[in-house]
C-alpha cells in the first residue's frame, strides 16, 4: 500500500509570519490525518517553520541547485535545504521548466543530488495545452519521466514522488477529468516499471497536480493510480488544505 502524500507548494507567496501561522494551523488541524502532508515555503520561510518542531506536517523546498557548494550566485545547495529540516524538494515543476528553461538533464542531476542528501525529489511532469491537442501527452510525459529518471537507482526510486501536472490546468480553474489523470499516471508508472521493475514502480507514488480544490480532489483521490496532490493556489489557505488533506 503507497501511503497518500499531498503537499502544498507555495510558490511565491507568503512572509515569514504568515508561513509560521498557516503551518501552525494546519499542524493542528491535520495532527490525525493519515496522508502524508508536505508544505512547501518559499525559501525564506523555512528556517522559521523548521523552528516550530512540526510533528505531523512536513516541510519541503521548492526548487534547489545539484552542486554541494561554490560560486552559483543566487542558488541553495542540498545540504543547505537539509540544515532547515527539508525532507522533500520540488523539481522540474513547469514554471520553472518554462521561465528558467530547466531542461529534463537537469532535472535529473537535481533529483540525484537531493536522494544522496536524503532529501526525496518530487519531480513535476506534464505536458502543455498544444501537446495534449496534438496528441501527445504520453509522448511527453514518458519522455520527462525517463529524463528525470536518469540518473536514480533501484535502490533510491521507491523515494521518488512524481507530480503529474498537466500545464494547462495549473492556475486555470481548468482541471483534468480523474479518469484522463488515472490514465497519464498509469503510463508514468509503466514508464516506471519498464525502467526499474513493476515492483518498483509499485511503490513510487504519483500526485495529480493542477487547480486541485476542496470540490475536487476526491475525484482524484479515488482513482487507483493516483496517490496524493500538489496543490498550488489552494495551499495557501489553511481552511483548502485542510479540506483537501481531509477529503473522504
Ligand atoms: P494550482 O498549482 O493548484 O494553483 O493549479 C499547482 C502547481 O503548480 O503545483
Given at each position: 500500500?503507497?501511503?497518500?502524500?499531498?503537499a502544498?507548494?507555495?510558490?511565491?507567496h507568503?512572509t515569514?509570519?504568515?508561513?509560521?501561522?498557516?503551518?501552525?494551523?494546519?499542524?493542528a488541524?491535520?495532527?490525525?490525518?493519515?496522508?502524508?502532508?508536505?508544505?512547501?515555503?518559499?525559501?525564506?520561510a523555512l528556517?522559521a517553520?523548521?523552528?516550530?518542531?512540526?510533528?505531523?506536517?512536513?516541510?519541503?523546498?521548492?526548487?534547489?541547485?545539484?552542486?554541494?557548494?561554490g560560486?552559483?550566485?543566487g542558488?541553495?545547495?542540498?545540504?543547505?535545504?537539509k540544515?532547515?529540516?527539508?525532507?522533500?524538494?520540488?523539481?522540474?515543476?513547469?514554471?520553472r521548466?518554462?521561465?528558467?528553461?530547466?531542461?529534463?538533464?537537469?532535472?535529473a542531476?537535481?533529483?540525484?543530488?537531493?536522494?544522496?542528501?536524503?532529501?526525496?525529489?518530487?519531480i513535476?511532469?506534464?505536458?502543455?495545452l498544444?501537446?495534449?491537442?496534438a496528441?501527445?501527452t504520453?509522448?511527453?510525459?514518458?519522455?520527462q519521466?525517463?529524463?528525470?529518471?536518469?540518473?536514480?537507482?533501484?535502490?533510491?526510486?521507491?523515494?521518488?514522488v512524481?507530480?503529474?501536472?498537466?500545464?494547462?490546468?495549473?492556475?486555470?480553474?481548468?482541471?483534468?477529468?480523474?479518469?484522463?489523470?488515472?490514465?497519464?499516471?498509469?503510463?508514468?508508472?509503466?514508464?516506471?516499471?519498464?525502467l526499474?521493475?513493476?515492483?518498483?514502480?509499485d511503490?513510487?507514488?504519483?500526485?495529480?497536480?493542477?487547480?486541485?480544490?476542496?470540490?475536487?480532489?476526491?475525484?482524484?483521490?479515488?482513482?487507483?493510480?493516483?496517490?496524493?496532490?500538489?496543490?498550488?493556489?489552494?495551499?495557501?489557505?489553511?481552511?483548502?488544505?485542510?479540506?483537501?488533506?481531509?477529503?473522504?
Open positions: 500500500m503507497r501511503t497518500p502524500i499531498i502544498g507548494n507555495w510558490k511565491m507568503k515569514v509570519s504568515e508561513a509560521v501561522e498557516l503551518v501552525r494551523k494546519l499542524e488541524e491535520l495532527q490525525d490525518s493519515p496522508v502524508e502532508v508536505v508544505v512547501c515555503p518559499p525559501f525564506t528556517s517553520v523548521f523552528a516550530l518542531g512540526l510533528s505531523k506536517v512536513k516541510l519541503g523546498a521548492q526548487n534547489m541547485y545539484h552542486e554541494e557548494q560560486a552559483y550566485t542558488e541553495i545547495s542540498p545540504a543547505m535545504l540544515d532547515v529540516g527539508c525532507q522533500y524538494v520540488i523539481l522540474g515543476h513547469s514554471e521548466r518554462e521561465y528558467f528553461k530547466e531542461s529534463d538533464v537537469f532535472v542531476k537535481k533529483a540525484a543530488k537531493a536522494l544522496e542528501h536524503g532529501i526525496k525529489p518530487i513535476c511532469v506534464g505536458e502543455s498544444d501537446e495534449r491537442r496528441g501527445k504520453f509522448d511527453v510525459v514518458v519522455t519521466t525517463k529524463g528525470a529518471l536518469a540518473y536514480i537507482t533501484p535502490e533510491q526510486i521507491a523515494d521518488v512524481i507530480a503529474y501536472e498537466p500545464i494547462w490546468a495549473i492556475g486555470t480553474g481548468e482541471t483534468s477529468t480523474g479518469e484522463d489523470a488515472n490514465e497519464v499516471i498509469g503510463k508514468i508508472r509503466a514508464t516506471i516499471a519498464e526499474f521493475g513493476q515492483d518498483k514502480a511503490q513510487v507514488r504519483i500526485q495529480y497536480g493542477g487547480s486541485v480544490k476542496p470540490g475536487n480532489i476526491a475525484e482524484f483521490m479515488n482513482q487507483p493510480e493516483i496517490d496524493g496532490a500538489l496543490v498550488g493556489g489552494a495551499s495557501l489557505s489553511a481552511d483548502d488544505f485542510t479540506k483537501i488533506v481531509q477529503y473522504e
